[in-house]
């Protein structure tokens, strides 16, 4: 990739109206990884759920992939004052295993060197992770007798120790 190349994703479904991203690269191609632009964010989602879920099946479970679950929906204030459901798409279901617990686990990949990161990420390997992981557990805290295993993953490898 040619440093000061610009990033070519695009924002939206219809590539018409789409908006270019338009960040100036860098000669590693950091950028790619962490564009919020296009499908490659819901691409980066999608294969670390596939790894949850291949590693589900591997330990014996049944496995269904983004589930509502109801325990976890929250009713909001609409912006005309009517209730709003939102709801909890959690991204695996590991169920029905012969001696193991039932497990509803929710994966996020987040980027250290994106500008809400940079700082503590530059101070400690994993505080991307554990950010990731503490944002999911305040979306998700258990309900209804169920609880949420939070995964993050940093495109550079690291996995959160809470996943271990």
Do not use: W
Request: include cysteine; aromatic fraction near 6%.
């Amino acid at each position: 990739m040619a440093e000061g190349a610009l990033c070519k994703h695009v924002s939206g479904r219809n590539k018409l109206d789409a908006e270019p991203c338009n960040v100036r690269m860098d000669s590693f191609g950091d950028h790619c990884i962490i564009c919020g632009f296009g499908a490659f964010r819901f691409a980066r989602h999608a294969a670390v759920n596939s790894v949850l879920a291949e590693a589900g099946k591997e330990a014996g479970y049944t496995v269904l992939e983004e589930q509502v679950v109801p325990e976890f929906c929250v009713t909001l204030d609409g912006e005309d004052g009517a209730p709003k459901v939102q709801e909890a798409r959690l991204d695996i279901e590991l169920f029905l295993h012969t001696v193991a617990p039932d497990r509803l686990l929710d994966g996020t990949v987040r980027h250290p060197t994106a500008a809400a990161h940079r700082k503590n990420a530059a101070a400690q390997i994993g505080a991307t992770a554990r950010a990731g992981v503490a944002d999911k557990a305040r979306r998700y805290p258990p309900r209804g007798g169920r609880q949420v295993l939070c995964c993050a993953a940093e495109p550079f490898g690291y996995i959160d120790v809470a996943f271990d």
